[in-house]
């Protein structure tokens, strides 16, 4: 199955046992990619919704100041 020379010490049976854990692997990886992704949607989704509502809170209207004597 695998010939390299570095696996050339492990047993035949070892090597079986790590091919049936692949597709697990596999779904760890992409599960946990997909989570990063989606906290990473999140936390910008609501920084921009809290730098939208700082800006309209900062918003000052124009007012008329009396004249100087």
Do not use: Y
Request: aromatic fraction near 10%; charge should be neutral; charged fraction near 15%.
């Amino acid at each position: 199955m695998f010939l390299h020379a570095l696996s050339s010490g492990v047993p035949a049976v070892v090597l079986d046992m790590t091919a049936d854990f692949t597709p697990l692997f596999v779904g760890m990886v992409l599960l946990m990619s997909f989570c990063v992704l989606a906290f990473a949607f999140a936390i910008g989704t609501h920084d921009t919704r809290e730098a939208q509502r700082r800006t309209e809170q900062k918003v000052i209207p124009h007012r008329e100041f009396p004249k100087a004597a």
